[in-house]
Each structure stands twice: as structure tokens, then as C-alpha cells.
């Protein structure tokens, strides 16, 4: 039985190194590199002072595309250097306000010798069926490097996004760099390293005290004297693993093509079973346990003593269990109390008084539930701003940070509610709202929307029945200002200023302003209600001499066509 308070959890690191083995394709992209050497044609080459790397775009089948990378003639002529590249300007996409990245200078000089090939990155923007990108060594890492900038840079609606796949890779970048990958759980997801126990360059720089490096994506660690392999995706796991099978510098170059076939010829590996009885309630133990034995890890097997290596690999994997049950359960929260607020509010707007519409009653607060309705907007407020700050903090990428589903809520949030923070303006102070008084997260939600509307990702449908929330949702802010502009107009007041646009022009654009918007169905029939601000506005403004008496806002509303909008 499990221990007490013990989480149920498991590693599926076996399970999933038989998948990849089981299918051939690891098998398939090592050939590819292999070609490299065994057939030059089509071949190119890039280098830098103390790196040569050689690649080309092989045939995959008819299914994918592969692009193979390898260490050019004389191998590497010098031992790699630690030294990291803050912040490199070619993946600014990956730079966010909390955590800035630093990735390894020479393979940002690799990566950019690379882009000197235009022909090859064209190709591989627009990509007729999924890429797969290979690489042996420092090969590797650029690899990896145009993985990632693929991402980034392949439009969302081309499907054949591209998967990356490296052998005996180095490691390439800080905390930051993990976190801007991880981040998009899609992009981590997209990575796999296959390291052999033993090969020194995946474990260049773990004695680095200078440069601390962290690995992302899924770790394939295999033995060839175990004929054993076992995945392992968490950072501090892959450290600990890659550290405790560590080579010496005497060991031979690692063939990988060799170890792959070892491997499949021996994938199910039964090892060590009598150990694991005492661990028979400790799913997760048992499987850290196989794993590190199937790869012939050392480990400490005196039974009345904790395997360190385990037992920190054990906690780590625990922790951040634990850590993501916390956020989906809080993050669940937060969605459930948010979606009770958006219910208050929107009760709030269905009864409120028939002669105004919510915007009025809770400028003017005459009745409790109109005060009381402030809690429901200062909770949705504060939700909507973490959700807007957090997809701030993420990397940059095409398209908008919010998933569009969760776009549309936050619009149909910012319509609702933008409009009460507006009559708490204006009920306060005659100055303009969107530069003194609108808050950030609004602003970035409108922009998000009309961005994804640009690129096709979102678009109205035309109706043929008025929206029931005006789509702008700084109407009213029109509206006050439009209030201020013919209160001074009316008391013989041109202009605010000098060197101000005349009131009556100010004035003339509101009216196409809200024809407009009354053309597309864009505005909410409540705008009409008898004691509204748009209404009482009206009353005013038919009366300046100045207006123009035929435009055809004058003719809708002095027609009473608003009778009929709906």
C-alpha cells in the first residue's frame, strides 16, 4: 500500500523510451546524419573560427522531412567554452520582463553562420509537410536553435510544425532559456535528446561554476552495456542522471547508430526484481529505481540506508507534482469564482432599470445593488489582470498570447465591465478616460482581438440582431466626452483649446462615430433607453444651432428608427 499522505504517483520513462525505440525513427534520423560522411552530395558546410558543421536535406518519405546536422571533418579542434550570449537578438521572441535568457555564444555563432543560407530557411518557413530537424553533437544544438526559431516563425496555420531531435547534444542555455521554452508547453514538448552514458560533450558543462546551464525537453539516457534507455524530462532529473552517468575521458567516441540497434534488440530489460519488493508501495520509487539500474547507474543498494540519487530525484519529481496540482487547482478556482462574478454581473445588467441600462444606474448608484455590484467587478478586475499580466510574461509569439477561447471570455469581460469603470470616471472627474483613467489590461485585450481580427484568426459574424453588449466597449467614453463637448458648445465655447480641433468637428465625427456602430448592429439597443447618458446627450444636442440637422444620425433619432433597432 501507499505510504500515508503519499501522492500516487508513477514515471512512465520506460514506457516511453520502448515508444520511441519500438518505432524506427530514431533509427531513421541517426542514418541521416551518418550520410553526412558516407554520401557528400548536396551537402553544405558552415564554420566559425574553432567549428565546422556540415548538413543537409535529406529524403524522409513521403510522411515528413528531414534536415540532418554533424560535425564536419576533424571533429571538434578545441574544447567547447562555456560562455553565454544574454538576451541574443535573434530569439527576442524568448525574452520576457521576469526572466531574460543567455544562450551558448558559439552555438548563437553557428546558428547565425547558418542564416546565411536564405534558400534553406525560406524552405523551411513554408513547409510542405512536417519537418524534422537532427543533429549529432554540436549539431545539435543547431538543431535545436532552428527548432525553436521555426516556431516562432511558421505561420499558425501551417500545420507541419517541426519536431527537433538530437544525439550526444551539449547543453545550450540558462534557467531563462528554459523557462521561455517551457513556457509554451508545446514548444518543450517538441524536443527529445538521446545521451549515451558515458558521452563527455552532453556533459560539457556540468563542472561549470561560472555558467549554469539547464536542459529542456525529454532526455532519452541510454547504455550500451545494459542495452537499456529510460526518459527522463525534468531539469533537475536530467542534471542528476547526467552527472551520475558520467564518463571518463578516455572512453571512446559513442556510436550511436550501434547503441540504437543494441537497444531494440534488448528492449524490455527485467533487472534487479527482488530489490524492488520493498518498494511495491512506492510506484514512483520503483520506477527511478528500474530506471537507474537499467541504465547501469551506481547506486547505493545497502538496504539500511536511502539511495541519495534516488531519493533526490524522488523529491524533486514529488515537489513538482504537488506544485501542479496546486496551480490547476487554484487555477480552477480563480476560473470558477471568475465565472460567478461575470453571472452577478450580467444578472445586474438584465434588471436594472428599464429607463437606463446598467451603465446609469451604476453611475448613479441610487439603489443598494447597484453599490453591491462593485465586489463582482473588482474580483473579475483582478482575475482578468493576472491573466493578462502572466501572458505578458511569456515569450513573444505570432499570433495572440491569449488561446483564442480564452480571448473571447476576456473580451466578453472587457465589454461587460469596461463600461462601470468608465461611469466611475466620469462621475469623478471631466478628464479623458482612455489617457488618465483606462487600465492596462483592457488596453491589451483590445489589442490582442483586433490583432487575431487582422490575421484572420477571429472574426465577427454579421447578424441580423443588435449585439446585446456594444462591441466598443469605450462607447460610453465617446459619449460623456461628446456630453462635455456640447456643454461647452452650448455656452459659446468653440473650442478647448486654441490649437484644439473645433467642437462642432469633434462633434460631427461622434455622429459617424455611433452611425457606425449602429450600421453594423455594433451597439447595444439599451444605448435608447429614454433616461440613458446617449439619450439625454441628445436632447441637448439637437437643440445647438451649429449641428448638422440632416446627417443621418439626426435623421435616425429624430425619426425614432432607435424604436426599431434591436
Same mark, same amino acid.
Given at each position: !500500500?501507499?505510504q500515508?499522505n #503519499?501522492e500516487?504517483v508513477?514515471?512512465s520513462?520506460?514506457?516511453?523510451?520502448?515508444?520511441?525505440? &519500438?518505432?524506427?525513427?530514431?533509427?531513421?534520423?541517426f %542514418? %541521416?546524419i551518418?550520410e553526412?560522411?558516407?554520401?557528400?552530395?548536396?551537402?553544405? /558546410?558552415?564554420?566559425?573560427s574553432?567549428?565546422t558543421?556540415?548538413?543537409k536535406?535529406?529524403?524522409?518519405?513521403?510522411?515528413? $522531412?528531414i534536415? %540532418?546536422f554533424?560535425?564536419g571533418?576533424?571533429?571538434?579542434s578545441?574544447?567547447?567554452?562555456?560562455?553565454f550570449?544574454? @538576451?541574443?537578438?535573434?530569439?527576442?521572441f524568448?525574452?520576457t520582463?521576469n526572466h531574460?535568457?543567455?544562450?551558448?555564444?558559439?552555438a548563437?555563432t553557428?546558428?547565425r553562420?547558418?542564416?546565411q543560407?536564405e534558400n534553406?530557411?525560406q524552405?523551411?518557413?513554408?513547409?510542405?509537410?512536417?519537418?524534422?530537424i537532427t543533429?549529432?553533437?554540436?549539431?545539435?544544438w543547431? &538543431?535545436?536553435?532552428?527548432c525553436?526559431?521555426?516556431l516562432d @516563425?511558421?505561420k499558425?496555420s501551417?500545420?507541419n510544425?517541426?519536431?527537433?531531435?538530437t544525439?550526444?547534444?551539449p547543453?545550450?542555455?540558462d534557467?531563462?532559456f528554459?523557462?521561455?521554452i517551457?513556457s509554451p508547453s508545446?514548444?518543450?514538448?517538441?524536443?527529445l535528446?538521446?545521451?549515451s552514458?558515458?558521452?563527455?560533450?552532453?556533459?560539457?558543462?556540468?563542472s561549470? /561554476?561560472e555558467?549554469?546551464?539547464?536542459?529542456?525537453g525529454t532526455f532519452l539516457?541510454?547504455?550500451?552495456?545494459?542495452?537499456a534507455?529510460?526518459?527522463f524530462?525534468?531539469?533537475?532529473?536530467?542534471?542528476?542522471?547526467?552527472a551520475?552517468?558520467d564518463?571518463s575521458? $578516455?572512453?571512446p567516441?559513442i556510436?550511436y547508430?550501434?547503441l540504437?540497434?543494441?537497444l531494440?534488440?534488448q528492449?524490455?530489460?527485467?533487472?534487479?526484481?527482488?530489490q524492488?519488493?520493498?518498494l511495491?508501495g512506492n510506484?514512483?520509487?520503483?520506477g527511478?529505481t528500474l $530506471?537507474?539500474d537499467?541504465i547501469?547507474?551506481?547506486?547505493? #543498494?545497502d538496504? @539500511?540506508e536511502?539511495d541519495t540519487?534516488v531519493?533526490?530525484?524522488e523529491?524533486?519529481?514529488?515537489?513538482?507534482f504537488?506544485a501542479?496540482?496546486k496551480?490547476?487547482s487554484e487555477a480552477?478556482k480563480?476560473?470558477?469564482?471568475m465565472?460567478?462574478? !461575470?453571472a452577478?454581473i450580467?444578472?445586474y445588467?438584465k434588471?436594472s432599470?428599464t429607463d437606463?441600462?446598467?451603465?446609469?444606474?451604476?453611475?448613479g448608484?441610487?439603489?443598494?445593488r447597484?453599490?453591491?455590484?462593485?465586489?463582482?467587478?473588482?474580483?473579475?478586475?483582478?482575475y482578468?489582470e493576472e491573466?493578462?499580466?502572466e501572458?505578458?510574461?511569456k515569450?513573444q509569439?505570432?499570433g &495572440?498570447p491569449?488561446?483564442m477561447? $480564452?480571448? @473571447?471570455?476576456?473580451?466578453?469581460?472587457?465589454?461587460m465591465?469596461?463600461?462601470?469603470?468608465i461611469?466611475?470616471h466620469y462621475?469623478?472627474?471631466?478628464t479623458?478616460?482612455r489617457? /488618465?483613467?483606462?487600465a492596462?489590461?483592457?488596453?491589451?485585450l483590445e489589442?490582442w482581438?483586433?490583432?487575431?481580427?487582422?490575421t484572420?484568426g477571429?472574426?465577427?459574424?454579421?447578424?441580423?440582431? %443588435?449585439a446585446?453588449?456594444?462591441?466598443?466597449?469605450c462607447?460610453?467614453?465617446?459619449?460623456?466626452?461628446a456630453?462635455?463637448w456640447t456643454?461647452?458648445l452650448k455656452?459659446g #465655447?468653440? &473650442?478647448g483649446e486654441p490649437?484644439?480641433?473645433?467642437l462642432?468637428?469633434?462633434?460631427k465625427?461622434?455622429?459617424?462615430?455611433?452611425?457606425?456602430?449602429?450600421?453594423?448592429l455594433?451597439?447595444?439597443?439599451?444605448v435608447?433607453l429614454?433616461?440613458? /447618458?446617449?439619450?439625454q446627450?441628445?436632447k441637448?444636442y439637437?437643440?445647438?444651432p451649429?449641428?448638422?440637422g440632416?446627417s443621418?444620425?439626426?435623421?435616425?433619432?429624430?425619426?425614432?428608427?432607435y #424604436?426599431?433597432?434591436?
Amino acid at each position: !500500500m501507499n505510504q500515508p499522505n #503519499q501522492e500516487n504517483v508513477f514515471s512512465s520513462g520506460f514506457e516511453l523510451a520502448d515508444v520511441l525505440l &519500438a518505432s524506427g525513427l530514431l533509427h531513421r534520423l541517426f %542514418a %541521416a546524419i551518418q550520410e553526412l560522411k558516407d554520401d557528400p552530395t548536396d551537402m553544405r /558546410t558552415i564554420s566559425t573560427s574553432s567549428l565546422t558543421l556540415e548538413y543537409k536535406i535529406c529524403d524522409g518519405d513521403e510522411k515528413y $522531412q528531414i534536415i %540532418a546536422f554533424g560535425i564536419g571533418v576533424g571533429g571538434l579542434s578545441s574544447e567547447l567554452s562555456p560562455t553565454f550570449e544574454p @538576451n541574443p537578438q535573434d530569439f527576442n521572441f524568448l525574452k520576457t520582463t521576469n526572466h531574460p535568457f543567455s544562450i551558448n555564444n558559439e552555438a548563437i555563432t553557428l546558428f547565425r553562420s547558418l542564416r546565411q543560407d536564405e534558400n534553406l530557411f525560406q524552405l523551411l518557413k513554408n513547409p510542405t509537410k512536417p519537418l524534422i530537424i537532427t543533429g549529432h553533437s554540436i549539431g545539435g544544438w543547431v &538543431a535545436s536553435l532552428i527548432c525553436l526559431w521555426l516556431l516562432d @516563425n511558421i505561420k499558425q496555420s501551417n500545420l507541419n510544425l517541426p519536431i527537433c531531435i538530437t544525439f550526444g547534444s551539449p547543453l545550450l542555455g540558462d534557467d531563462g532559456f528554459y523557462r521561455a521554452i517551457h513556457s509554451p508547453s508545446v514548444w518543450n514538448s517538441r524536443f527529445l535528446h538521446v545521451v549515451s552514458y558515458g558521452d563527455l560533450i552532453p556533459r560539457t558543462f556540468l563542472s561549470s /561554476t561560472e555558467y549554469s546551464y539547464k536542459p529542456f525537453g525529454t532526455f532519452l539516457i541510454c547504455s550500451s552495456s545494459s542495452s537499456a534507455c529510460a526518459c527522463f524530462n525534468d531539469p533537475v532529473s536530467v542534471l542528476s542522471v547526467l552527472a551520475a552517468t558520467d564518463g571518463s575521458p $578516455q572512453m571512446p567516441n559513442i556510436d550511436y547508430g550501434k547503441l540504437l540497434e543494441d537497444l531494440t534488440n534488448q528492449m524490455i530489460v527485467s533487472k534487479g526484481a527482488s530489490q524492488l519488493w520493498e518498494l511495491r508501495g512506492n510506484p514512483l520509487r520503483t520506477g527511478i529505481t528500474l $530506471q537507474l539500474d537499467a541504465i547501469g547507474v551506481e547506486r547505493n #543498494q545497502d538496504n @539500511n540506508e536511502e539511495d541519495t540519487l534516488v531519493k533526490k530525484i524522488e523529491e524533486w519529481e514529488r515537489k513538482n507534482f504537488r506544485a501542479k496540482v496546486k496551480r490547476i487547482s487554484e487555477a480552477e478556482k480563480k476560473l470558477n469564482d471568475m465565472k460567478k462574478n !461575470m453571472a452577478h454581473i450580467e444578472w445586474y445588467k438584465k434588471i436594472s432599470s428599464t429607463d437606463m441600462g446598467y451603465y446609469d444606474c451604476f453611475k448613479g448608484k441610487a439603489n443598494p445593488r447597484d453599490i453591491h455590484v462593485v465586489k463582482y467587478k473588482i474580483g473579475l478586475t483582478k482575475y482578468w489582470e493576472e491573466v493578462v499580466t502572466e501572458a505578458e510574461t511569456k515569450p513573444q509569439k505570432q499570433g &495572440a498570447p491569449l488561446p483564442m477561447r $480564452q480571448l @473571447n471570455a476576456g473580451t466578453n469581460y472587457r465589454r461587460m465591465v469596461e463600461p462601470l469603470d468608465i461611469a466611475e470616471h466620469y462621475k469623478k472627474n471631466n478628464t479623458d478616460y482612455r489617457t /488618465t483613467g483606462r487600465a492596462r489590461h483592457y488596453e491589451l485585450l483590445e489589442r490582442w482581438l483586433e490583432e487575431q481580427e487582422k490575421t484572420g484568426g477571429h472574426q465577427r459574424k454579421a447578424g441580423t440582431k %443588435a449585439a446585446s453588449l456594444t462591441l466598443d466597449s469605450c462607447f460610453w467614453d465617446a459619449v460623456e466626452k461628446a456630453v462635455i463637448w456640447t456643454k461647452s458648445l452650448k455656452n459659446g #465655447q468653440a &473650442a478647448g483649446e486654441p490649437e484644439e480641433e473645433p467642437l462642432v468637428e469633434k462633434l460631427k465625427k461622434f455622429e459617424e462615430y455611433v452611425m457606425g456602430l449602429i450600421d453594423e448592429l455594433a451597439v447595444s439597443p439599451e444605448v435608447f433607453l429614454k433616461e440613458s /447618458t446617449f439619450m439625454q446627450w441628445w436632447k441637448v444636442y439637437e437643440t445647438i444651432p451649429e449641428r448638422n440637422g440632416s446627417s443621418r444620425l439626426a435623421n435616425f433619432m429624430e425619426n425614432k428608427g432607435y #424604436q426599431k433597432y434591436n
